[in-house]
């Protein structure tokens, strides 16, 4: 059992906010699924991130943007009855928050009621300025989203590295800045030069978690499924795998189709 899991019992959004006053690391993972819950949440894991990258992970879509806000609700809840002690944040999907903010305040009292998850995640700055307010009066926690945001995948046109000029880094200070003056409780920075990252947790008293942002910030994500290794085509040099499920589940399944095939399973004790 890790300090902080000793040391917290529940973790909420003030709690992450403490962690980075003391100056403790803040880990955040994805999961989209009750056994996965599990199993992160009693690892110890601080935040658990209901990530629309489900969209890639558990559907298989190229993008992030096909998922909808009832699919992330399902994902939601069932990461929520898992749960004892993380919390969770649950992406709001492309489409549910853009058009306006009313419709954005819709779309996350959804998440909140229907799923039961602690706060959401929004991907943009300036631009969703009013969304992120409206949400915010409701009294529901926002975690921004800076950097690579995959939902505008067809504006970069490229998954490379994010705010490499000066003028897009700029905008990304100025962009972090608003969101902590306007009262995100936490700011995601995907795929950002380490200095740029380490620069604006520097700049905010909230925390900075990254995910390709270098180790100069206040914590840092990982999508579940790469660093399980259970994805094995997806190589960014920001990823590191703990396990290699892939090739170890391909093994047992293999391994279990021969036994079937041979009759070797079930044997004497395996039945009744
Ligand atoms: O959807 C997701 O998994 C994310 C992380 C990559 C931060 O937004």
């Given amino acids: 059992m890790s300090i902080a899991k000793k040391e917290y019992k529940r973790i909420t959004t003030k709690t992450l906010v403490d962690m980075k006053k003391k100056g403790e690391k803040i880990s ?54 898992a749960i004892e002690r993380s919390l969770v944040v649950v992406d709001l999907p492309f489409g549910s928050y853009q058009s306006d903010p009313k419709e954005a305040l819709r779309s996350a009292i959804r998440i909140m009621k229907e799923s039961g998850g602690h706060a959401v995640k929004l991907e943009g700055g300036k631009e969703i300025k009013e969304s992120v307010k409206r949400i915010l009066n409701a009294g529901i926690p926002v975690m921004g989203h800076l950097g690579l945001t995959p939902q505008s995948i067809y504006k970069f046109g490229t998954y490379t590295v994010r705010a490499k000029e000066e003028e897009e880094a700029d905008k990304l200070i100025e962009d972090a800045l608003l969101l902590e003056r306007i009262g995100c409780f936490a700011i995601v920075l995907e795929k950002v030069p380490a200095k740029l990252a380490q620069q604006v947790a520097e700049k905010i008293s909230i925390p900075v978690i990254g995910i390709g942002a270098g180790s100069g910030v206040d914590g840092q994500v990982l999508v579940l499924h790469d660093m399980i290794g259970m994805t094995h085509e997806f190589n960014p040099r920001f990823l590191r795998r703990y396990l290699d499920l892939y090739t170890d589940m391909k093994n047992a399944f293999t391994q279990y189709s021969k036994d079937v095939k041979s009759g070797d399973f079930p044997n004497e004790s395996e039945q009744y």
Wanted: glycine share 6%.
């Fill in 28 to 81: 955040m993972l994805t999961a989209y699924d009750f056994t996965m819950a599990k199993i992160v949440d009693s690892a110890g894991i601080d935040v658990i991130l209901v990530g629309d990258s489900a969209s890639n992970v558990m559907a298989g879509h190229e993008t992030t943007l096909p998922i909808t806000l009832d699919q992330m609700i399902y994902h939601a809840a069932s990461v929520v009855r």
